[in-house]
Every structure is written in structure tokens, then in C-alpha cells.
Nanobody, 123 residues
Framework: QVQLVESGGGSVQAGGSLRLSCAAS????????MAWFRQAPGKEREGVAA???????TYADSVKGRFTISKDNAKNTQYLQMNSLKPEDTAMYYC?????????????????WGQGTLVTVSS
């Protein structure tokens, strides 16, 4: 069982930056895919970015060129660097673990979720 704990959310003005972290503990399969999702009020949860064990990453079209996902295998931690933030990026951001990288910033076989960290971007 993998446990995921997010941190790094907060409030920022449009154009600003934030870096989210997700610390993983427990059994972590070497081929796991790690992802970030977000859910804005009144909207469905959507994939934002994902990275596989080999370092390949995919992104939602809405964040390409602004967000970067990375991971430190030694620390079992993944990161989401968010630049040029927009008010529409405001959401609860969740870390997730799965099996296989998918296009559009997600993984197949998602089986672990963090509790979320709130990101608020003001105009």
C-alpha cells in the first residue's frame, strides 16, 4: 500500500509560481506511474501531469509549457513546478500513483491518492 502526502499549495497572484511536492511511503513498485490531478469547485477531477519510472512525462494541454513534473526516486518524492499561473488553475491538487503512463497527464491503474493541497490563483 502506497501512502501519498502532498504539500506546497497556497495562494499566489496570476503570473506567479508554486511548487507542489508529494512524498510517497510504503510499497512503491519500481514501474509505478506518478501523477497530479486537480479538481476545481463544481468541476470534475482532471489529470494535469504524469511521469513514469523512466522519466517520460505527459501533460494536459491546458498546462503544457507552464507546468513541469519531476521526481526524485531516492527521496520517493515527486514535484509539480507550476509557472505562469492563471486564475483558472485554482483547484485542489491531488497526487496519485498508478501503473502505466497515459497521454494527457494521467496514469492507468490508479490505486493510491493523497489528501490534496489547495492552490488559489488570484487575478
Amino acid at each position: 500500500q502506497v501512502q501519498l502526502v502532498e504539500s506546497g499549495g497556497g495562494s499566489v497572484q496570476a503570473g506567479g509560481s508554486l511548487r507542489l511536492s508529494c512524498a510517497a511511503s510504503g510499497y512503491i513498485h519500481s514501474s509505478y506511474c506518478m501523477a497530479w490531478f486537480r479538481q476545481a469547485p463544481g468541476k470534475e477531477r482532471e489529470g494535469v501531469a504524469a511521469v513514469d519510472s523512466g522519466g517520460s512525462a505527459t501533460y494536459a494541454d491546458s498546462v503544457k509549457g507552464r507546468f513541469t513534473i519531476s521526481k526524485d526516486n531516492a527521496k520517493n518524492t515527486q514535484y509539480l513546478q507550476m509557472n505562469s499561473l492563471k486564475p483558472e488553475d485554482t483547484a485542489m491538487y491531488y497526487c496519485a500513483a498508478g501503473a502505466i503512463l497515459r497521454l494527457g497527464g494521467s496514469c492507468l491503474g490508479l490505486d493510491a491518492w493523497g489528501q490534496g493541497t489547495l492552490v488559489t490563483v488570484s487575478s
